[in-house]
């Protein structure tokens, strides 16, 4: 017979604010090419780059840790027979003085750990409610990034142990394969040359890139984010940082985007995502 379970009572959590300021921006970018002078100008308060673009170009980054702030950005996976490069990596990427890992899964945080690296949390985590958020800061993580499928309500009423970001701009991720689209249809691994695309029954575009370096692709939305034009309704989120997510863009775009934050809304190019309908 099993014993009767214990029942306990359920106590809410104190709510936590978050910042009163007004939100940085933070920046993430797929290849060292994408990261322009006007980039750099805009002084944001972290640089997400790649583990694998740090490892493959070590001297530009050491130059480049010395004037902004620097974050490697981990694989999404990590099988056991790929932790020993993965951790060369981050030796490698610490002795650039590079300090800070953005982690989508909690099984890297101990990885991180063993190389004395703070772990800010990735969109991964998949961070819905606020008592994720609590425990989240009580596995050592110095950052959040919230999930892009909460509402701008719950967005606002999510607790906020821990300074938070949101992604305001860029191509969302839809799906990440294990095996490499291009190779399981060509026959041939060309992913590192760039992004390509997949079309679909009713001629919708969707870019595939690669996941961090590996061989996994990256489905990316066809249509990119955008809610730079709604940074004034968001400074009373309680938010420390927003991000602007570069992945297809080539540096003219990338300039383009970044001479005019407050561009309006394309429809026809662009997305709210999910902030505003939900999940359907």
Not at 13 to 41: K, M
Not at 56 to 84: C, G, K, M, N, Y
Not at 105 to 125: I, K, P, T, Y
Request: charged share 25%.
């Amino acid at each position: 017979r099993r014993p009767a379970p214990q029942l306990l009572s359920y106590r809410a959590l104190p709510p936590v604010l978050g910042t009163r300021a007004a939100p940085v921006f933070t920046v993430s970018v797929l290849s060292a090419g994408q990261i322009t002078g006007r980039l750099l100008r805009l002084k944001p308060a972290v640089l997400y780059v790649p583990l694998s673009e740090i490892a493959a170009r070590p001297d530009f980054f050491r130059s480049l840790a010395a004037r902004q702030t620097l974050a490697v950005v981990l694989p999404r996976i990590v099988w056991d027979s790929e932790t020993r490069r993965l951790l060369d990596a981050l030796d490698l990427a610490a002795s650039l003085g590079i300090r800070r890992a953005l982690t989508g899964n909690v099984g890297q945080l101990s990885l991180l750990r063993s190389r004395g690296m703070e772990a800010a949390g990735d969109f991964g985590l998949n961070l819905t409610n606020s008592r994720a958020a609590s425990e989240l800061r009580d596995l050592g993580l110095c950052s959040l990034t919230a999930s892009f499928e909460l509402t701008l309500p719950q967005l606002r009423d999510l607790s906020k142990p821990l300074p938070t970001e949101m992604l305001v701009y860029g191509r969302l991720p839809l799906m990440l394969t294990e095996n490499c689209l291009i190779r399981n249809r060509t026959g041939e691994c060309s992913c590192g040359a760039g992004p390509v695309k997949l079309i679909d029954r009713k001629g919708e575009e969707f870019r595939i890139v690669r996941d961090c370096g590996t061989c996994r692709s990256v489905v990316l939305n066809g249509k990119k984010l955008y809610l730079l034009d709604k940074r004034e309704d968001l400074r009373r989120f309680g938010l420390w940082a927003l991000r602007l997510s570069f992945t297809t863009e080539n540096p003219g775009e990338i300039d383009t985007v970044l001479s005019n934050l407050n561009a309006p809304f394309d429809p026809g190019a662009c997305t709210r995502g999910l902030y505003y309908r939900g999940v359907e």
